[in-house]
């Protein structure tokens, strides 16, 4: 696609013309999930660690209207610095467009944009999914229809950590996204290397993965390949200790009356503020992890060795 | 798509032909909305009052399993007369046309068969959405996936009244459907100028309306634009006033014991006898402001001057 | 679709070619639903009630990384001698063909794989649904989301017995599944005639049920059409009967603490034990008469006579 709306970064598109591996970056990481200037540090290590990895980032996020695929160090900079940056979905990228806003892309809009510039691996840190009491909201993330309907390979360390994980599994089978563990069978846990949750299928190359998206599309199957890579051992947090942290930043969103949107953000900063630091530790070390395999796929999708 | 069931009312296949501005009208509130003769008064009115706002009016209905996109008066007159003509939604279309039955349209089927005709704009007074109780039942309205999957400006006053509003605002967030406030921030709530749950983007011109679809199009993504316009002050019902009302329908429908598809029909009743007949009033107000905003929307995707 | 992991039989190759009747059929029901031999010579007896009905089977699995569309003699009794053969949805579908391996397929992948290789209907026993518990768990199976995309003529005796038959019904309705009852209004209860639930409409002809899907794919709509059939009156189980014994092996599940995939295998056995048969006898019984039913459309849809 091509429209006046959407940029190619020119390390980018000389590497999608050259056929050379590609991997997509979301943003909202750098405007939301971090202050500043460690986010833009990690958007960096994040970037140069794909390079390492020998394959092209290509960071996504929305500018003045225009859909960005590969920022700058300015650009980058600019994301980095603006917290009050929206957030946006998929539903939201026409509205940017036609009214020439900006925006940080979520895991959802990250996915559709790259699929749009045909990059076919994107790494993020854990995916969106089903919220905790959706029986009584049916608060379920829009990341979910976007990884049912667009056609790549996606690396997370499973689903960001405070969704009902069960029933995030149970809507991706139910509508039919392909769930990888890489190297284990059990769905990971973000900060732990399992949720004793089963994937659909375990890989232990990144030739599998990108063996299972040609043969989705060979078959002409929309949809995604979900890669769950779990964190490395001596990055995981303590499941006790972990736990702990996590009922008590709980018993502080009851204490103080936090509701909707603001419920997320609200975790994170205790969880961090709990553990130390630990969980954003953590969070870095699965995202870089997560980008080493990206890359190593990526290589393979275009025929080179991982 | 023309098939020997598909036929245009003269005025809108010239319109199409000249690329007039169009909009298109659902049946259901003919047949079921309103008794006869008030509501082919009402769909008579509602179609003057678009072309009064310079568009060409496309009443949907199905007759003999012939899907017709603007009627006669005649066949408004035969609608309005048939209060047990079924309504159809979109899966029932085949079945209509396969055995040549005769059906009302949903906002799904109406909206269903506009984008067959290419028609860019669909005007209604509420939505459907998710039912209260979905908990339970999983009652959802076909409404919803059709929006998520088609391309048009829908306008409406929000969501019928009787849903689950919070749960019908995920479902669309979710599945990716833009719902933009016309003129206010707060998603409104049918009788009601607000629910106090947010859009997801506010405009202030239907000129903003078009943009956004367009940039839809132009994206390739499929799905709707909702444009969510508040019935204007003087129309709106008091919330006290209404929340009493409806607090006592709904008393009246669990000691009359009514369930299933009856209960809406049940509750718009009660509200009608128990606001001595200003429910009523206030959905033909908001349903003709809808036509003028839809005509406005309508002319600016034509290129016309609002 | 033609790739090297697709595999037509002789005989269905030869009838699609033909532009002769051809009927698919699932193999979950041969490793799974009965024990070896009983299955093989069910398998076989299916195929031959196709055959009698004018039609020709094509019994799906996935064989090696193959798709296979029609399997031999010595195929149908490999499926049928594999109790481990693991149960492969759509989303499996590229992971065995990436990596070589074999499944039996369900509802929702034996559609899909009949649906790329151009065969119009597929007869199964019952489909899956909605789980009972749903509002705990969101156990939905692929099978609705298939039914909603896939455009073919499903024939099946409802919906399989462990479902929450309400809620599944309203998942068909929300998505856009055209719902037929075969001389009934009302949908089937696998092993009893009737749920007491409404279908979307009645047809009284294999004719109408083709003449619907002509209608769906005339007018462009994804999706199926679901004819469900009513198991025979001779062959129904009593329903006070029935209630009893699946009350009790729900109280035997409930006992034994059986969780998660397990379940429907210990209920379906359970119900075989109480039953003293009756159960596997009647099931038998509904995919003959469902065989006989789905050849007919077939022929219809192919300018045959019923
Ligand atoms: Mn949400
Ligand atoms: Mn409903
Ligand atoms: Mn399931």
């Known amino acids: 696609m091509t429209t006046p709306h959407f940029h190619l970064g020119d390390e980018v598109r000389d590497a999608l013309s050259r056929g050379r591996p590609v991997v997509a970056l979301e943003s909202t990481i750098i405007a939301h999930g971090f202050p500043y200037p460690d986010n833009l540090e990690m958007a960096l290590a994040v970037e140069e660690e794909v390079r390492r990895a020998g394959a092209v980032p290509a960071t996504v996020a929305v500018l003045d209207g225009c859909l960005r695929v590969g920022l700058s160090r300015a ?68 990341d979910l229809p976007a990884l049912a309907r667009l056609s790549l390979v996606v690396v997370s360390a ?63 199957l929309p949809g995604a390949v979900l890669v769950a890579n779990p964190i490395p051992p001596d990055d995981a947090l303590d499941e006790g200790e972990f736990n702990g942290w996590l009922a008590q930043a709980e018993a502080d969103l009851a204490a103080e009356g936090v509701k909707g949107k603001a419920v997320t953000p609200f975790l994170l900063a205790r969880l961090h503020a709990l553990s130390g630091g630990r969980t954003v530790a953590a969070n870095r070390a699965l995202v870089m992890n997560n980008a080493r395999l990206g890359a190593a796929i990526a290589r393979c999708l275009v025929g080179l060795s991982a």
């Open 158 to 220: 499973g689903a960001k950590t405070v969704l009902d994980m069960a029933a995030t599994l149970e809507y991706l089978e139910t509508h039919g996204v392909t769930v990888l563990g890489y190297g284990t069978e059990v769905f990971p846990g973000f900060y732990l290397r399992s949720t004793g949750l089963p994937v659909d299928a375990r890989i232990d190359s990144p030739a599998e993965a990108a063996a299972v998206l040609r043969a989705r599309r060979a078959l002409g």
């Open 75 to 142: 650009e980058l900079e600019r994301v980095a610095r603006s917290p009050d940056l929206p957030k946006a979905s998929i539903r939201d990228l026409p509205v940017l467009c036609a009214l020439g806003r900006s925006a940080a892309t979520t895991v959802a809009s990250t996915a559709q944009v790259a699929a749009w510039a045909g990059i076919d691996v994107f790494v993020t840190g854990g995916i969106g999914g089903v919220h905790r009491g959706w029986e009584q909201t049916l608060d379920i993330s829009a």
